[in-house]
């Protein structure tokens, strides 16, 4: 029987992005050299507005959340590790992809799923490289991950990758979520106003 949890996640991201069967979930819940950890369900949204909805509920649900992007680690961070008492939800971000160079190619706004390899198309047009371009470029490795493990790739003329500004969420001590925008870009006062602006091509005329 499906639970009302469950039912609000389907009717904001459709079936096919709601993943409950253990055959399914095996992709998202293991890694490259650790054992699956226990997962209620995996998620894929494919629009930041949809993700922040279905990260809302799971707060209101008291779950544990994983963001998860490219599961490439080779650490087992981005993974379940064992048994939670309240279900475990991994949201997985790989269908959002969007890259946008700004700052004639300078910085990048670059969305939760968007990957190395994309990043190196995406500014070599600017005479602009990523952070990595070998190794784990090959496997979809994703921007945000790289910035997470300060990354500065196989070759000497890199720098430690890192962010200077962010749009992050947050849970307060009233068990509350919070959207914070530290972009710099005004973007709009409620989450939802944040998120759907980011998604429109308003957002080109604000940079």
């Known amino acids: 029987m499906i639970s009302n949890l469950h039912k609000k996640v389907i009717d904001i991201v459709g079936k096919k992005n709601f993943l409950i069967n253990e055959k399914e979930k095996t992709p998202y819940t293991s890694g490259w050299r650790t054992k699956p950890g226990e997962c209620e369900f995996v998620v894929l949204p494919d629009s930041l507005s949809n993700m922040w909805a279905v990260l809302k509920l799971c707060v209101e649900n008291n779950k544990y959340i994983l963001m998860q992007a490219a599961n490439t680690s080779l650490t087992g961070g981005s993974t379940p590790n064992g048994k939670y ?3 475990l939800v991994i949201i997985n971000t790989t269908k959002l992809k969007t890259i946008i160079p700004i700052k004639k190619g300078n910085q990048v706004l670059a969305f939760p799923g968007s990957t190395l390899y994309d990043l190196e198309k995406k500014v070599k047009p600017y005479n602009r490289a990523p952070h990595s371009e070998i190794g784990s470029s090959c496997i979809g490795a994703s921007v945000v ?8 790739g196989a070759l000497i003329k890199r720098g430690p990758a890192y962010t200077e500004l962010s749009l992050f969420a947050s849970v307060n001590n009233k068990g509350k979520l919070e ?4 972009l710099g870009i005004e ?3 409620s989450p939802e106003d944040i998120l759907k602006t980011l998604i429109t091509v308003t957002l080109v005329k604000k940079i």
């Open 85 to 87: 008492d309240q279900g």
């Open 145 to 152: 991950g790289g910035v997470c493990n300060n990354s500065g």
């Open 179 to 182: 959207l914070h925008n530290k």
């Open 187 to 189: 973007l709009g006062k």
